[in-house]
């Protein structure tokens, strides 16, 4: 009887369904510190570090003119006919990058339409479409988030504004720019319209791969590769943001002098409130020395005598 028991019990056993789920959970999906089993993309590659030197953030170091310059080339041929940096003006690029006539004959190559004046209810009484010029903004082609979200699948382009504040700074952009030849994640499933990009958020992202090898052609004859556009249009999108822009570089030189000119006044000012330095105009000698009563020997002074100075060592009757 017991074994017919355990003989029915193996048999149900057996007859169970024996597929093996796997739930897993993950909570560093889009941690910019590194995802676990890919840690050496980010890490080694460089959310912290980056790839490249920005020459913006050397001691002293300034904005490239020749990159910015050519990083607006790839943005307003490429990035600009989705994303928009609509908290800048186009006369931003003036004199470190562009010339006022260069410059404004480039941006009448664009149009902006009196939908784009919605924009913080900014209403010139506009009533068509016209050439852009450069004390306007720098809107994106669509009027509004549905109108973009619409002709991309769902997802809105994002401004540029202020990427400056996601975390790696200068070099989540290049990251992002670059980081489309990674394969997908065991399991992960790219939809459809999709591209896997480790440095995004939830490492899929709504943007395919944008820079390809020769896709512009620099006007100063600089090789057009894609790390080479990366790095320009990274400078460009860092040269117009707000703190760590164009305006950054002044700021750092204006914060250095006014640091040596403390450095260098502060000892005057010890001595001059201190007093430990004479004043030649008012230095009268003292013709007699007083061996007692106020001029006393004190400790502090080795016991010996601190008045009659052009005296001291000399013997008295």
């Known amino acids: ?4 028991f355990c003989l029915g019990v193996g048999m149900l056993v057996t007859q ?16 910019f510190w590194g995802i676990k089993g890919y840690e050496e993309q980010v890490t080694e590659v460089g959310t912290h570090r980056g790839h490249m030197s920005w020459p913006q953030y050397r001691f002293l170091g300034t904005f490239d ?14 990035c600009g006919n989705c994303h928009g940096i609509v908290y800048k003006k186009y006369d931003v690029l003036l004199d470190k990058v562009y010339k006022q006539l260069e410059l404004a004959a480039l941006v009448s190559n664009f149009t902006i339409h009196p939908a784009h004046h919605h924009f913080k209810q900014f209403y010139y009484q506009e009533w068509d479409e016209r050439d852009r010029y450069i004390h306007d903004r720098i ?5 509004s988030q549905d109108q973009a979200k619409n002709a991309n699948g769902g997802v809105w382009p994002t401004d540029f504004s202020k990427i400056r504040l996601r975390p790696g ?11 489309y030849h990674y394969k997908p994640y065991q399991g992960l499933d790219v939809p459809k319209g999709k591209a896997y990009n480790p440095y995004f958020d939830h490492m ?5 791969r944008q820079l390809h090898d020769g896709l512009v052609d620099y006007e100063d004859g600089t090789p057009a590769s894609t790390p080479q556009m ?12 707000r703190r760590s822009g164009f305006q950054r570089p002044d700021k750092t030189v204006r914060y250095y002098m006014f640091l040596t000119g403390v450095a260098l006044i502060y000892p005057f000012a010890y001595l001059k409130t201190r007093g430990f330095y004479r004043n030649n105009l008012s230095l009268r000698w003292e013709m007699y020395a007083v061996r007692d009563g106020v001029y006393y020997n004190h400790f502090k002074k080795g016991w010996k005598n601190s008045r009659a100075i052009q005296f001291r060592g000399q013997v008295w009757a």
Do not use: E
Not at 1 to 4: E, F, I, R, S, V
Not at 16 to 31: E, K, S
Not at 139 to 143: D, G, K, R, T, V
């Open 169 to 179: 700074g200068v070099n989540y952009i290049y990251n992002i720019l670059t980081g």
């Open 65 to 78: 003119s020749a990159s910015v310059r050519r990083g607006f080339l790839v943005f307003s041929r490429n």
């Open 16 to 31: 169970q369904d024996n597929t093996v789920h796997a739930w897993l959970y993950r909570d560093d999906i889009g941690a």
């Open 230 to 241: 990366a790095f320009d249009v990274t400078n460009f999108i860092q040269f117009v943001q």
């Open 1 to 4: 009887m017991k074994a017919l």
């Open 204 to 208: 899929i992202i709504g943007m395919v």
């Open 139 to 143: 809107y994106p082609p669509y009027f």
